[in-house]
């Protein structure tokens, strides 16, 4: 193969190569986003999987967490943050939360929070039970 | 285990990190490097051992404050004060693993801090304080469950399951106290 050849071959492949990797996460992200959540069903599963670590008003292992919902990660006063979730830039959304709370380690290396939520549908109860909790948009 | 060693040269040498004089042990081959051995990022795996700590922590706590709220019959307190044994042996074996990989154990925080963090106020009797602890309880079984895997090393995932099953263990008995049915699934924690 001509040296022109090789790098179109290569280039190529890489091409598949980040379509396969980058087409499983399109559609996991549209299942995300076609999931309703159900917020009652969230407000147990956060006293359930949540609440060893945070509060709706008091920081513990974990920061307080009213009004997390479209807040800047790192935010609440008087907690002590990982740098890199201090440092992370993240607004908490529907999305990140949802990539959060699946991987918290996978999303922000360094971070303090470990506990992952496998299920799809439970994250998404608890996303709208952390919704629910955080003041209305400002018009 | 040559796979691990530019991990430790790492630590030793990139000057980014100090390194205790335990951990510095740990690596030469005391008894406590177990936790250490196979961890490819043992920085990661401190910050997820010490919020666990800070959960145990908490646990003591609410167990001490428990015991002398005046609200506990003697048996209860009994169970109250068995249980903060099992948390404190928690908190020591994690302490162990973080001082092995190089970090340092967080310190546990004011008792006032944890009244007001609990909500102690608003406990007016026995059974307040039981679905308390059956709440701590139930949350730290599942916080386990979830944390394993984020821990890098088999050593790890065997001592956070053993966490678990320890507070699984007092979550039943809480729920017995408080006359709790038997749930009807299984898989009652994690996921």
Known sequence: MSEHRKQTFIGLVAAIMVIGMTMPVAQARQV??????DMERGERLYRQRCMA????????????????FGRE?????????????????????????????????????????????RNAQDRADIISYLE???????? | MTQH??????????????????????????SAASAYQGS????????????????EH????AYTIAAGSGLLTPDVTEIGVRFRGHHREHRDALASAVTALGGTPVETESEAHYVEAL??????????????????ETGAANAYLGLIPSLSTAEQHQLAAQMAGDEAYHAAILGHALGEPIPVAGMMFGG
């Open chain 2, 5 to 30: 060693s530019p991990t430790r040269r790492n630590i030793l040498f990139t000057g980014t990190q100090t390194l205790s004089a335990a951990g510095l042990m740990a690596m030469m081959g005391s």
């Open chain 2, 119 to 136: 909500g102690v106020a608003s406990l007016a009797n026995q059974a307040d304080v039981l679905r308390l602890a059956l709440g701590l």
């Open chain 2, 40 to 55: 490819d990022n043992p920085a990661q795996d401190v910050q997820l051992l010490n919020a666990a700590i800070a959960l």
């Open chain 1, 73 to 117: 990660a790192g935010a609440v006063d008087g907690y002590r943050y990982s740098g890199a979730l201090r440092d992370s830039g993240i607004i908490w959304t529907a999305e990140t939360l949802d990539s959060w709370l699946s991987n918290p380690t996978g999303l922000v290396p360094g971070t303090s929070m470990g506990v992952r939520t």
């Open chain 2, 58 to 61: 908490e646990g003591i706590a």
């Open chain 1, 32 to 37: 995300t986003e076609t999931l309703v959540g």
């Open chain 1, 132 to 139: 629910s909790l955080s003041p209305a948009e400002p018009d």
């Open chain 1, 53 to 68: 670590c945070h509060a709706l008003d008091a920081n513990r292992a974990g920061p307080s967490h009213r009004g997390v």
